[in-house]
């Protein structure tokens, strides 16, 4: 499986912008990006995902790389609501198998 | 809001007892999925189910381990003869088609502590 490397811990201040970095130098041409993120005493929530463009929706921005050797998971402006643990994973659905294989992410803190 | 449902939230059990999870899915996902977490861990996938049928299981889930998901609606995660390093969050998930096309919902768990 490809893996995904990313920071264990980040800060940011309240309202400002945070950029949250995966690398994934393995990935295969079929792999797919998924962010989720996990607040603490609940289960996991899906962010976003892409494949090769950019991606926005309502939570955030998914900016991937050219090379797709590694993306970044953009929060607009952050709020203390957006402190979790953030995953980048990757998944090949063609290749028959749906798990995501979780690491153990970046956990965000929201400076007030 | 219909998302996914875990029930009990919380389960302590003495060791060697048998437990049994519940979790009912996002109403019309076809996909049921069931992790374990364990503390400052990402959750580990357990195994999949299509509608009712069991398609992956993980190496995780020992013959201590079953699963099941009758008629693909609710399904049940049961432990058997309990042990402490079972202690854990059981997470459920659900989806709808293609991975690549929709995200899993995830329940807010079952956390359980074996004592």
């Known amino acids: 499986d490809a893996k995904t490397t990313q920071p264990n811990s980040m800060e940011s201040n309240e309202e400002e912008p945070v950029h949250l970095p995966c690398n994934h130098s393995?990935?295969?041409?079929?792999?797919?990006i998924h962010w989720y993120r996990q607040l603490p005493s609940q289960g996991p929530e899906y962010v976003i995902h892409?494949?090769?463009s950019n991606v926005n929706n309502r939570m955030a921005s998914l900016a991937i790389a050219e090379d797709r050797k590694s993306s970044t998971l953009i929060l607009h402006r952050a709020t203390l609501r957006d402190a979790a643990v953030y995953y980048c994973i990757l998944t090949d659905p063609g290749a028959g198998s749906y798990q995501l294989t979780f690491g153990k992410g970046t956990k965000l803190s929201v400076i007030p | 809001d219909t998302g996914v449902s875990q029930d009990p939230r919380h389960k302590i059990t003495k060791r060697g007892q048998n437990v049994t999870f519940r979790c009912d899915p996002i109403?019309?996902?076809?996909?049921l999925y069931w992790y374990r977490q364990t503390l400052g861990q990402g959750p580990e996938f357990l195994t999949y189910?299509?509608?009712?049928?069991?398609?992956?299981k993980s190496r995780l889930l020992s013959d201590r381990f079953s699963a099941e998901r009758p008629k693909g609606s609710f399904s049940t995660l049961e432990i058997q003869r309990t042990e402490q390093g079972d202690s854990a969050m059981y997470l459920c998930a659900s989806s709808l088609a293609a991975v690549t096309n929709y995200g899993y919902t995830f329940g807010s768990g079952t956390r359980l502590t074996v004592v």
């Open positions: 109403s019309e996902h076809n996909r």
């Open positions: 393995t990935i295969s041409g079929t792999d797919y």
């Open positions: 189910f299509q509608n009712e049928a069991q398609l992956e």
């Open positions: 892409g494949l090769t």
